[in-house]
């Protein structure tokens, strides 16, 4: 059978799962945009829609583009399939009807245009109740300082995937400290190729793995600030 005679509706969740996989590797945005449909009429959550087929999708087109297998048109077709199922998602992860309990700016470090991890981030943490002012890709340290300036946030999202970009997070840190503000904000940073060592080294207070862990981090940083406030 080719790919053109598979009809995905009549696939089970775990061929879906694994034909989504294929069809974001192959960079076919309306297969995408069908099989995340499909799965939200199954009662799958957004989350796992997006865990299990597309960011596991991914991490093979990842893998293939390290090998010299994919090339960047190619892996540009699936980052575009990519986002169109996380724009079918994006309403259902970032719905809340609970109040805001913070505020972050994110954006991608400059040098850098990977922006599907951010926006992820971004989603997520607005469905967890922030308020996410997102200054998308390629961010000299100017457009950090004026949005914190700008937007007051409690928090500071750094995303960098590149070994080459990731070094100026710490470019960002040390003129927060210059200006005497670093104390004021929480700094999380996040991308592919850190670790907690870097965060640590660049001074950050918090490396998160993924979207989930940066919520979790953010929300736990929230409630020390509340109760610092407080005592
Ligand atoms: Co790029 N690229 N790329 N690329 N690309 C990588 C990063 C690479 C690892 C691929 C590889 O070789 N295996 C490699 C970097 C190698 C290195 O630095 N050691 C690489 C390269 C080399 C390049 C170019 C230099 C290629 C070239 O031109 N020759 C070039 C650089 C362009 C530039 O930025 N200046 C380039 C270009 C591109 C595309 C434009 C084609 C496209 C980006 C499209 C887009 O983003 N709009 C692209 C893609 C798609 C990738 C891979 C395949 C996938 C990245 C992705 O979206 N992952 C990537 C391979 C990989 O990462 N394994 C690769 C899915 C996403 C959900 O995960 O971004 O990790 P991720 O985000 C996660 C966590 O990391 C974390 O949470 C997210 C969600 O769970 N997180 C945060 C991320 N940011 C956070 C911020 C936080 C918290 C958590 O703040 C609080």
Not at 78 to 93: D, E, F, Q, V, Y
Not at 120 to 132: K, Q, W
């Amino acid at each position: 059978m080719s790919d053109d005679d598979i009809i995905l509706a009549e696939l089970d969740d775990e061929a879906l799962v694994q034909q989504m996989q294929d069809d974001l590797y192959d960079g076919l945005k309306e297969e995408i945009e069908e099989g995340t449909n499909i799965f939200l009429g199954r009662g799958w959550n957004a989350y796992d829609i997006l865990t299990k087929a597309l960011v596991e999708g991914m991490r093979i087109v990842g893998e293939d583009f390290r090998d010299g297998i994919l090339f960047v048109p190619e892996v540009l077709l699936s980052a575009n399939a990519m986002k169109a199922g996380m724009a079918i998602l994006r309403p259902l992860l970032t719905e809340t009807g609970a109040p805001k309990v913070g505020k972050m700016v994110i954006g991608t470090v400059k040098g850098d245009i990977h922006d599907i991890g951010k926006n992820l981030v971004g989603m997520m943490m607005e469905g967890a109740g922030f308020e996410v002012i997102d200054l998308g890709i390629n961010n000299p340290v100017e457009d950090y300082l004026a949005a914190i300036e700008e937007h007051q946030p409690d928090i500071l999202g750094m995303s960098a995937l590149l070994t080459t970009t990731m070094p100026y997070m710490k470019v960002v840190i040390d003129e927060l400290k210059q200006k005497g503000i670093r104390e004021d904000i929480f700094v999380l940073v996040g991308g592919a190729p850190l670790n907690e060592e870097f965060g640590r080294a660049i001074g950050a207070d918090a490396y998160c793995k993924d979207a989930a862990v940066a919520v979790e981090t953010a929300k736990t940083l929230m409630k020390r600030k509340h109760n610092v406030a407080a005592s």
